[in-house]
């Protein structure tokens, strides 16, 4: 049995580490993806998960899997394929240190998913299912990824949704609003940022903006994550907002995953639906998210910087 499984893309992260003896600038490969980075979260704080996606069948395919497999997450879900490379993106950094991203994916592995390719036996096997939207932006894993979550969702899963916009992948923008708020129909749990609020409904207010969601797709958790300031979270007509924790942020990537994996572990320990939970409950549910993706931004990297249960336990109740 598997507490969570993820369907979702993996990629490669390379991003900028100074520059060669020759002055020639450097990378440093770092294993990317986000539903991903969720199951290593949740495996971190103790769950069984497992991941389904496709990779390429070349070095970097074979990297991104055994990465997971040394975090614990099972891969036996995985496809592997001759008929494109694993994708990969190049972060640079500009004067100011802004980060622009160049995607080699057209198409990358990742896209190619077909709903004859996933394993069902998995997502059966899990109580909680959890995906994206990146593995949206293309078909056939646009509706593989659709389809999955539809099982999941007529299978009494627990379904969990962070659409984690990427503008740059997507082909056409009305096209990602569309399968994002399908996307919605088949979920329980909602991760959004603000700026996703404000993409999927034109408001920057989040009460507003929440309950347009709530009210059309029934949605019964919906979070908004703030940063520095924390969250914000909608169930039914409740809502409220949950402080994060003071850390020394040195490296952001990944906060978002650590959040929804702290949140996601925090109710599945639970043990009730979303929407049971007490006014008490959401905001330890939150809290364990805030800790998590606080703790994250305190080191570099997504998956090594994921806390574990004795870092989460301390930080939140040191406060
Ligand atoms: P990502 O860049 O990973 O997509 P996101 O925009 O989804 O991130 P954020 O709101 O930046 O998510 O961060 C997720 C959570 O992590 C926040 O809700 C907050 O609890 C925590 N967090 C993020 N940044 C900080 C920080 N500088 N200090 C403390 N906590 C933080």
Request: hydrophobic share 40%; glycine share 12%; with cysteine.
């Amino acid at each position: 049995r598997l507490d969570a499984v993820a369907i979702g893309e993996l990629l490669i992260d390379f991003t900028p580490a100074g520059v060669s003896e020759q002055g020639l600038p450097r990378y440093e490969q770092n294993p990317g993806g986000a539903p991903a980075n969720v199951m290593a979260g949740l495996t971190k704080l103790g769950k069984r998960t497992a991941f389904i996606g496709k990779v390429g069948e070349d070095a970097f395919g074979r990297f991104l899997t055994g990465e997971l497999e040394k975090h614990g997450v099972d891969t036996g879900g995985m496809v592997f394929t001759g008929e494109a490379g694993t994708t990969l993106a190049f972060v640079s950094l500009d004067a100011s240190g802004d980060r622009s991203f160049s995607f080699y994916r057209n198409p990358g592995a990742d896209m190619l998913l077909q709903e004859s390719e996933i394993d069902w036996e998995r997502i059966g096997a899990a109580a909680l299912f959890h995906f994206g939207s990146v593995s949206m932006t293309h078909e056939p894993s646009a509706s593989a990824t659709l389809r999955a979550a539809a099982y999941a969702r007529r299978e009494g899963k627990l379904v969990s949704f962070d659409p984690n916009l990427r503008p740059l992948l997507w082909p056409d923008l009305d096209r990602a609003k569309r399968l994002i708020l399908e996307g919605l129909t088949y979920s329980d749990v909602l991760k959004l940022s603000e700026e996703e609020l404000h993409f999927l409904t034109g408001e920057r207010d989040l009460e507003a903006g929440t309950r347009q969601l709530q009210e059309q797709y029934g949605t019964p958790l919906i979070f908004v994550t703030l940063g520095p300031d924390g969250s914000f979270y909608r169930q039914g007509e409740r809502t409220g907002r949950v402080p994060g924790f003071a850390v020394k942020a040195v490296d952001t990537t990944g906060a978002g995953d650590a959040f929804f994996s702290g949140a996601l572990f925090r109710l599945m320990e639970s043990g009730k639906r979303p929407e049971a939970l007490t006014e008490e409950e959401l905001g330890e549910v939150c809290r364990s998210g805030n800790a998590a993706g606080a703790l994250t931004t305190t080191r570099k990297g997504a998956i090594p910087a994921l806390p574990s249960r004795e870092e989460l336990d301390q930080l939140i109740r040191g406060n």
